[in-house]
Nanobody, 119 residues
């Protein structure tokens, strides 16, 4: 059974940093792309960043480019989202997700972790 477990959320002041982790288990993810999404209250879930397990290629939403960095540790089957220069508008529940490299839809989702940025 595939499990994605996020951790690392919390309360931080504007301008601060947080690192989110997503521990993946239950299958081999070598041909998968891992993504981070976020959903603020009353808004749709938005893409934040993604990374390929196989070649490490990354993509970012324009709103986080230059502030967030996605990375992975293959040995630990863990994906990270380093968030810096946080803004109040980054406040949201952050979700980790996985999809096949050749697919378009994310098949697996974590339970989410809350990030709150105070002004």
């Amino acid at each position: 059974q595939v499990q994605l477990v996020e951790s690392g959320g919390g309360l931080v002041q504007a301008g601060g940093s947080l690192r989110l982790s997503c521990a993946a288990s239950g299958r081999t993810f070598s041909r998968y792309r891992m993504g981070w999404f976020r959903q603020a209250p009353g808004k749709e879930r938005d893409f934040v960043a993604s990374i390929s397990w196989s070649d490490g290629s990354t993509y970012y939403a324009d709103s986080v480019k230059g502030r967030f960095t996605i990375s992975k540790d293959n040995a630990k089957n863990t994906v990270y989202l380093q968030m810096s220069s946080l803004k109040p508008e980054d406040t949201a529940v952050y979700y980790c997700a996985a999809r096949r490299e050749i697919g378009n839809e994310y098949d697996y989702w974590g339970q989410g972790t809350q990030v709150t940025v105070s002004s």
